[in-house]
């Protein structure tokens, strides 16, 4: 219990924010619709928001979006890096091109965390409640390839994490013989996928790493989720991998370009 009752317009702000990171653009109305607060107290907030640096109004008429100096209210948070940033438009494109619904994961000790998703704009995703979910390394494909394509150092270390700790592959690790074999068999396809096991199970998923460049280090994972009978194998190979790695080459970039304009700022700075 708090010694205050909560401030109003702090709680309404935040709840604006909340509502913007979820779309690309959100207009007045559309911000109305999600949060029921008045359309007055609504552009109040955003012209606040505006004038603090964390929204910037679109130029073409669009509507609203977040702006980069949200970055400033996670500083103290490690759960969800500059690639969900680099990565937002690169997710929404995918699904532009194929309807299908991008993620991107990050790691989070022991399994992969959704941290964005465009399942709310996809017109036929299988799932619509991963965000902040956490999956597994090696039963799902976002998970698996982050835990296939990191450094060998950085693997036996997430493997002897997996054998004594509580995960969401806790009922998969019974063979490390096997599950370095699927590993293996990913490396050698370039690309993870979780291919549709049960009756129940219509849905699968295809997914890649998202490297830092210079190093070897995985950043993140992205990939897609489609209904297992609606797309061929030769689709998969032919048009959703290779679209899939170009958008994690390009969030690479984003993310490099990122990281230069911080380090230029903070050599402007001091």
């Known amino acids: 219990m708090t010694s205050y009752r909560p401030v109003v317009s702090v709680m309404r702000s935040f709840e604006v924010l909340e509502a913007l990171n979820r779309q690309r653009y959100s207009t007045v109305d ?22 603090a640096g964390y929204v910037v ?12 100096q949200v970055n400033a209210l996670s500083c103290g948070f490690h759960g969800a890096p ?6 937002r438009a690169w997710a929404q494109e995918l699904t532009r091109m194929f309807n299908w619904p991008a993620a991107i994961a990050v790691l989070d000790r022991n399994a992969v965390q ?35 394509f990191c450094p060998a150092g950085e693997r036996r270390l997430i493997h002897r994490l997996l054998l004594t700790t509580s995960h969401p592959d806790n009922d998969q690790m019974g063979a490390p013989d096997a599950i370095e074999q699927i590993m293996r068999a990913t ?11 049960l009756k129940s199970d219509t849905s699968a998923s295809i997914a890649v790493p998202i490297y830092q460049q210079a190093t070897n280090r995985v950043l993140g994972t992205i990939g897609l989720t ?3 009978s609606a797309v061929k194998r030769s689709e998969i190979m032919d048009k959703l991998v290779p679209n899939l790695m170009v958008a994690a080459e390009a969030v690479s970039d984003n993310v490099a370009r990122m990281q230069t304009a911080i380090q230029s700022a903070r050599t402007v700075v001091h």
Do not use: M, N, W
């Open 30 to 51: 559309h911000l109305y619709r999600l949060t029921g607060l008045p359309k007055s107290t609504i552009v109040r907030l955003l012209e606040t928001l505006i004038e």
């Open 82 to 87: 500059q690639v969900v940033e680099a990565g």
């Open 57 to 68: 109004r679109d130029d073409t008429g669009k509507g609203y979006q977040v702006a980069s």
């Open 226 to 228: 489609y209904y297992a």
């Open 114 to 148: 959704v941290c964005y998703t465009t399942s709310g704009e996809s017109p036929v995703a299988p799932y619509h409640a991963l965000i902040y979910k956490r999956l597994g390394l090696v039963s799902k494909a976002l998970g698996r390839a982050y835990f296939a």
């Open 187 to 197: 490396r050698k396809q370039q690309f993870a996928e979780r291919q549709s096991c």
